[in-house]
């Protein structure tokens, strides 16, 4: 597996970390890329097998989606919706300030 | 620059030659379902903050989304009224990215396979000329929910009544080439969606809102780089947005610029759009299939269920509308714009003439509700009455001109326009002897005019019709007023 070549770098972990906004120590991006690399080369491992004639999967349980009637079942439940919020006021969630 | 140039809709003068406008629109429409499409809390609009909010749509812990078999219905019944391909196996993705009023942090979206694949439709300009735009997709999502910049300086309020009511994405091929088809698009797709009852189209709700992806090239060359304008709610501002955008892009190429690939908004206090998101993260959802939804799969005898509940569509009810009635293609695109148009025109038209009835409906009657801010189903003139106010003018009892007085009248008091016709003694007056009378009259208080007119002054005529009209208080048959002054001349 490690005779693959290495697909992440630094600049790769620094870009997944702010898209998941995640904050890293500087101490540990090297130690996270080498991971990385570890797992995605473990994975390549499936490469190998041909697929060609193989339909991508979504799911391996064969079960179909259940679907469910068009009914007002749900809600009026602020105070549950509510209750782990840091911040409420008059039934909302209060966040910083967050406008592009 | 060359002014003298005729431009089409769409093209852009520049300093280098003409550009044209390459665009394509998602269009988001709210499915008209009581509950959300995986949870079963109320997706109605105006309720208290958070009260529409089940578990689920908070994004607990441990909760499971279940699919709302309304909603697939209505994607897949509207992708048969786009013409469109229906997928019996479909997937729903993950498409990543944060915002507070988004609390899964991800919205559950259908990426690879749509449930509703390629389709077109035909869309009406006001030329009259039709164009046929493509369908790439259209597939369900999850709405986000609403934040509220300006309840506090340093905070925004979040609202999650809308989080996961559903939308369909109808997403269009780069087909349209200016802003008037763009708005004819919206138009047509809004329409269909009425007729079919898979949402209620009202834009300023938000029920339906456009993305509008632009860029402009030389004509003949490859695609230029796009720009997408964000959550357009308006035909207007979608024409607004378009052209000031294609403008914008013009400029920077023209100055040897480049544009970037990036999401921009429309202000509508400038008519301008600015940047929206750094290009850097713009679309880098990371989608993959939602582990917490099996494949939605549905038999071809399912699909055949819901294709024999299709209306009438707008297309095939105007092409009815022409050969029933012998009206315009263009007053018949007016018409099937909305049900209730067809409706109302088809109960005034029946056994009258359609012509001028759709001419009255479209001119006069559109004209004064729209004076008024009345919608058609309010309107203080039933289809009925309009239908008997045509029999009026078509049997010759008033003129065209005194029914205008007429209608007026009816749109005031709301009687039927014969008797208004009788209180008034607005009848024409066909009998030729009457109008002799008036023609004698005017010609013995003219005998200057007369004799110029035998001279040769043949422009007179009109002088002694316009006249004995006047005299009659517009109650004279002119056809009549015509043939007799001619006789007597």
């Given at each position: 597996m490690s005779n693959k070549e290495s697909i992440v770098d630094i600049p790769t972990v620094n870009k997944i970390a702010r898209l998941s906004r995640l904050n890293i120590p500087e101490a540990s991006k090297q130690n996270l890329t080498n991971d990385l690399n570890n797992i995605l080369g473990f994975v390549a491992q499936l490469d190998e097998v041909n697929t060609s004639d193989v339909e991508p999967l979504a799911s391996v349980t064969g079960h179909k989606l259940p679907l469910r009637s068009d009914k007002v079942t749900d809600g009026n439940i602020e105070d549950l919706v509510l209750k782990n919020a840091p911040e409420s006021s008059s039934g909302f969630f209060v966040v910083p300030k967050v406008i592009e | 620059m060359n002014e003298s140039i005729n431009l089409k809709p769409g093209q852009i003068n520049g300093e280098t030659g003409i550009w044209e406008m390459v665009i394509g629109l998602e269009i988001h429409a709210q499915i008209s379902s009581k509950s959300k499409l995986f949870s079963g809390a109320a997706a109605s609009f105006g309720a208290e903050a958070n009260s529409n909010v089940s578990l689920v749509d908070a994004a607990m812990p441990g909760m499971l989304p279940v699919i709302n078999e309304f909603c697939v219905e209505q994607a897949v019944k509207t992708g048969l009224a786009l013409n469109a391909k229906i997928n019996n196996v479909s997937i729903f993705d993950r498409k990543n990215y944060f915002y507070a009023d988004l609390p899964q942090g991800y919205q559950i979206s259908q990426f690879t396979k749509p449930i509703v694949g390629e389709g077109e439709i035909i869309i009406d300009l006001d030329d009259g000329l039709q164009t046929i735009i493509g369908i790439e997709r259209l597939h369900l999502e999850q709405d986000a929910g609403?934040?509220?910049?300006?309840?506090?300086?340093?905070?925004?309020?979040?609202?999650l009544n809308r989080t996961g009511v559903a939308l369909m994405e109808i997403v269009s091929k780069p087909d349209i080439r200016s802003p008037q088809e763009a708005g004819a698009y919206v138009k047509k797709i809004r329409s269909i969606l009425r007729?079919?009852?898979?949402c209620d189209g009202n834009m300023e709700e938000g029920s339906l809102r456009a993305d509008c992806n632009v860029s402009v090239r030389k004509s003949?060359?490859?695609f230029g780089t796009r720009c997408e304008i964000k959550n357009l709610n308006s035909v207007r501002f979608i024409i607004q947005a378009i052209q000031s955008e294609a403008e914008r892009q013009v400029e920077i190429l023209e100055e040897g610029g480049n544009i970037n690939q990036e999401t921009r908004l429309f202000d509508t206090s400038t008519g301008e759009t600015r940047s929206m998101r750094s290009k850097e993260d713009a679309h880098d959802y990371r989608y993959f299939p939602d582990p917490d939804l099996l494949p939605l799969e549905f038999s071809d005898s399912w699909v055949q269920k819901i294709r024999e509940t299709l209306p009438e569509l707008p297309d095939l009810l105007k092409k009815r509308l022409v050969n029933d009635f012998g009206i315009t293609p263009y007053d018949a695109s007016i018409l099937v714009e909305e049900k209730d148009y067809v409706d109302f025109y088809q109960k005034a038209a029946n056994g009258k003439d359609g012509k001028l009835t759709a001419n009255w409906m479209i001119t006069e009657l559109f004209g004064a509700l729209k004076k008024e801010n009345i919608s058609l189903s309010n309107s203080p003139i039933s289809p009925e009455k309009l239908g008997q106010l045509i029999a009026l003018i078509s049997d010759g009892t008033i003129s065209g001109k005194i029914a205008k007085d007429v209608f007026a009248e009816m749109m005031k008091s709301k009687k039927s326009p014969s008797n208004i016709v009788k209180e008034k003694g607005l009848e024409q007056v066909s009998d030729d002897t009457e109008i002799l009378k008036?023609?004698?009259?005017?010609?013995?208080?003219?005998?200057d005019k007369v004799k110029d007119y035998l001279g040769g002054k043949d422009k007179l005529f009109g002088f002694f019709v316009g006249q004995v009209m006047k005299l009659s208080q517009g109650k004279a048959n002119p056809g009549i007023v015509n043939k007799l002054l001619k006789e007597k001349l």
């Open positions: - | 609403k934040s509220l910049h300006d309840q506090h300086p340093s905070k925004s309020y979040i609202d007729y079919v009852g898979a003949g060359e490859e008036l023609i004698d009259k005017v010609i013995s208080e003219n005998e």
